[in-house]
């Protein structure tokens, strides 16, 4: 596989350091002067913009959390007068209300060089043709992906989201070769091709994909992989720090290499905020340091990963960030006890005795928190006479329990009865939220 920018992304580690600091510098005078945000946190910290010589000092910064965006919505933190603001998108609004980010016309072209570096990485080329089905419109992915392929000269097929069976139509007609999407998308694109009787590796043109935007656990990778007949490459990015392409894996898919010379990282303990060395779980913090609409410092992401900075075989030298284990608002506790929807995808493809489609219903009966998983039954299984359903639950239930600590409910469902999602996956159905909420009311 190429390398987009070598200059950048094999650049020698102490002269990025270097470069991180004085891109630092100027970013936080810039948000001294223009975001009455930044210039209160840091006068109640005592810190002036010239206190910042270098990264070392990044920590003296004050943390920015997305309820700060969220209430100085929409345009609150924006470092340039809405006249240079060339572009508006917005979060998903996964967790709560949507946050609204922009671009100047100079963070544009920042974006489609970072997608335009993910996607060499995933072997794109200017012969390549790039099936774009992330949604298009407020949502980052579309678009952010469509502006990369078209600076490395790709051909791209700007699909947008939805109607399956066309996309499947479109990738055999149109000759795609690089699938980009969610990784639940792609898991439903290959099961509606398999419906459709089209045999990817036979019937289409797909060398790889750029899946992202969602946790997804390796065991789904292999599973989408081994469908698809594919490379299934990682991508991780968030609106807020500019959308995909923050991050992305090379062929050895092995931890996604972070774009350092935009982004400063930092993992630090989510509850006493102190940095944490690489090799250790903990939250993602990013700097913005070449954005000029938006430059965020010290982001909260809740993106919960573990850094690694050991060398790649690929030669790029920027630090790796390993698969999001979960979002920490993805977090459920049940019973005391931390859950993360992948702790049970890795179980159930782990064990392969029911399809990759799960949903996770928590509820709260009287003080005592339940959980159901929820696994469709493959269609094989479905039509077998003699149908095991009993025991296969059982199987998968104490596997659940014995990963986890913790006892559950397993219920196979017929095919199909879980709804296909065409961006972001829903894996948890949380009822205690809305009998809390209720009985809220009731005391009112
Ligand atoms: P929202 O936070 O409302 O979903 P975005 O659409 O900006 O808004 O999504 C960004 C979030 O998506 C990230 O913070 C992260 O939780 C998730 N995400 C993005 N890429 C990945 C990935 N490759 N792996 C896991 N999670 C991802
Ligand atoms: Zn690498």
């Known amino acids: 596989m190429g390398i987009w920018n070598a200059e950048y992304e094999c650049m020698d580690r102490e002269k990025l350091m270097k470069l991180q600091g004085e891109r630092l510098r100027d970013t936080v005078r810039r948000v ?23 990264v070392d000092e990044l920590v003296k910064l004050p943390f920015t959390y997305k309820q700060d965006l969220r209430e ?31 671009y100047t016309a100079m963070d544009i072209d920042t974006w489609a060089e970072l997608i335009a570096r993910c996607l060499t990485a995933a072997g794109a080329d200017k012969t390549s043709f790039v099936h774009v089905a992330y949604g298009y419109g407020l949502f980052t992915g579309g678009l952010g992906v469509h502006y990369g392929a078209e600076k490395i000269g790709a051909t791209v097929i700007p699909v947008s989201g939805g109607n399956t069976k066309r996309q499947i139509e479109i990738m055999k007609d149109f000759g795609s070769t690089i699938l980009t999407c969610t990784p639940s998308y792609a898991l439903y694109l290959a099961e509606t091709m ?55 894996e090379c062929e050895y898919q092995d931890g996604m290499h972070i ?21 250790t779980d903990g939250e993602l913090v990013f700097t913005c340091i070449t954005k000029e609409a938006l430059p965020l410092i010290r982001y909260r992401t809740r993106d919960i990963c573990r850094l690694n900075d050991a060398k790649c075989k690929c030669g ?17 506790i049940i019973r005391g006890v931390n859950v993360y929807p992948s702790q049970i995808e890795s179980v159930l493809l782990e064990l392969g005795l029911a399809s990759p489609y799960y949903q996770l219903v928590v509820d709260r009966v009287g003080t005592l928190d339940s959980l159901e998983v929820q696994v469709e039954m493959t269609p094989e299984m479905f039509s077998d006479q003699v149908r095991q359903i009993e025991k296969t639950e059982q199987k998968i239930r104490s596997s659940i329990e014995s990963t986890l600590g913790l006892s559950c409910k397993v219920r196979l469902l017929e ?30």
């Open 32 to 54: 001294y002067d223009n975001v009455s945000y930044y210039r209160n946190k840091m006068e109640e910290k005592g810190v002036k913009p010239g206190d910042i010589k270098s």
């Open 72 to 102: 100085t919505y929409p345009y609150g933190f924006f470092a340039v007068p809405m006249d240079q603001v060339v572009r508006i998108h917005a979060s998903t609004g996964t967790t709560g209300k949507r946050t609204v980010v922009g």
């Open 194 to 248: 398999k419906e459709m009787g089209i045999d990817p590796r036979k019937d289409l043109h797909l060398k790889s994909g750029v899946f992202g935007a969602e946790p997804w656990t390796e065991e789904m990778r292999k599973e989408i992989e081994a469908q698809m007949g594919i490379m299934a490459i990682d991508i991780y990015g968030l609106s807020e720090i500019i959308g995909p392409g923050v991050a992305i």
């Open 259 to 279: 774009q350092e010379y935009h982004f400063i990282v930092e993992i630090i303990d989510p509850e006493t905020e102190e940095p944490l060395p690489p090799g």
């Open 316 to 332: 790029r030298t920027q630090i790796r960030m390993g698969k999001i284990t979960g979002r920490s608002d993805d977090m459920l």
């Open 415 to 444: 095919p199909k009865s879980i709804e296909r999602s065409e961006g972001k996956a829903k894996r948890v159905i949380d009822k205690r939220v809305y009998s809390e909420k209720c009985s809220d009311i009731n005391k009112k």
